[in-house]
């Protein structure tokens, strides 16, 4: 499999806030919080790719909320959920596995088993266990979420794409490639239709679909994906956020796949510089990607 390097592997996190332009109005509100000043820089510095920066930031906001005389619980499961997306996207899986269970009992407590809040919890409880390995885990979380969305969202809302997109992660990581395929066709059919054809969503469905072409051997077809995912990526996000690095990492193992080593060397250098300047050198990603390169010198 290939792995989306330094950034958002094949699994998607979500925000505790509802998502943009809904193609309808939920049976259920999702559930807003507060934005304070912090929570809002905590919020950019997390999209902007710096995600221990935002772990920090997240982690002060949740110690000022948990001192008031009376927490808002709304803005304790939001502050859980980012501090664990934040962990997670720096590689802190156990710690943001912690946060994301608080932010899920917070939710079925409030608003009960079936409101599309509680979704985005087991969602991105799902992404940790996708990310750790533990297929089985990942999709079970994944499946509980699908559920809930498709009957108190619709068949067409960008969070089912979420939902379609992280059950063809696993797939992926089983090495069932036509399964996963199929679920990331239906994600990226609804993102086109629903966000745009430059939203970034638009180029992780792309990179996941390049992906399992390169496992299929169709180095073609995977080759005009993740050109897709990059223009993509460089014209919304910026030349060094992480996900322009995933896309590099995949552009690197296509043609290490196709033999050309002179070119894997030139992108995985490529994501390596970005994965050390905003992950550091112990995150997962910065390593695996250091790794590559070392093993092109043998």
């Known amino acids: 499999m290939v792995l989306l390097g330094c950034g958002k592997k094949a699994p998607e996190q979500q925000a505790n806030v509802p998502d943009a ?4 109005k939920p049976k259920v509100e999702p559930i807003k919080a ?28 949740l110690a000022a909320e948990e001192a008031k005389p009376a927490p808002s619980w709304v803005q304790l499961s939001y502050l859980h959920n980012e501090l664990g997306s934040a962990l997670d996207s720096a590689g ?8 994301y269970q608080k932010s899920l009992a917070i939710m079925l407590k409030q ?9 985005i919890s087991y969602n991105n409880i799902g992404s940790v266990h996708d990310n750790k390995g533990e297929n089985d885990k990942a ?7 699908l559920a809930i969305r498709l009957k108190q969202l619709g068949p067409e809302h960008p969070s089912v794409a979420t939902s379609y997109n992280n059950i063809g992660s696993v797939h992926d990581n ?43 051997g169709e180095y073609d077809k995977a080759l005009e994906y993740f050109q897709k995912a990059l223009a993509i990526d ?61 093993a ?3």
Not at 44 to 54: I, P
Not at 111 to 119: I, K, M, N, W
Not at 139 to 145: F, P, S
Request: with cysteine; proline share 7%; hydrophobic share 35%.
């Open 234 to 294: 460089l014209k919304q996000l910026g030349p060094e956020h992480p996900e322009v690095a995933a896309s590099y990492h995949n552009m690197a193992f296509l043609y290490k796949a196709k033999k050309d080593l002179a070119r894997a060397k030139e992108y995985w250098e490529k994501a390596y510089a970005i994965c050390l300047k905003k992950l550091g050198p112990n995150h997962p990603y910065t390593k695996g990607t250091k790794a590559e390169l070392d």
């Open 92 to 99: 802190q899986y156990d710690k943001a596995l912690e946060h």
């Open 296 to 298: 092109l010198k043998e």
């Open 139 to 145: 999709l079970e979380h994944y499946q509980k979420a």
């Open 21 to 24: 332009n809904p193609p309808a």
């Open 111 to 119: 608003l009960g088993p079936e409101h599309p809040s509680v979704t």
């Open 174 to 216: 089983k090495g069932e490639y036509d399964k996963a395929l199929e679920h990331y066709q239906k994600a990226l059919a609804i993102r086109l239709k629903q966000l745009g054809p430059e939203h970034p969503s638009v180029a992780i469905s792309y990179n996941n679909i390049g992906a399992v072409h390169v496992n299929k």
């Open 34 to 61: 507060k934005a304070t000043p912090g929570m809002k820089a905590a919020k950019k510095t997390l999209e902007a790719g710096n995600y221990r920066e935002a772990a920090r930031l997240y982690t002060v906001e």
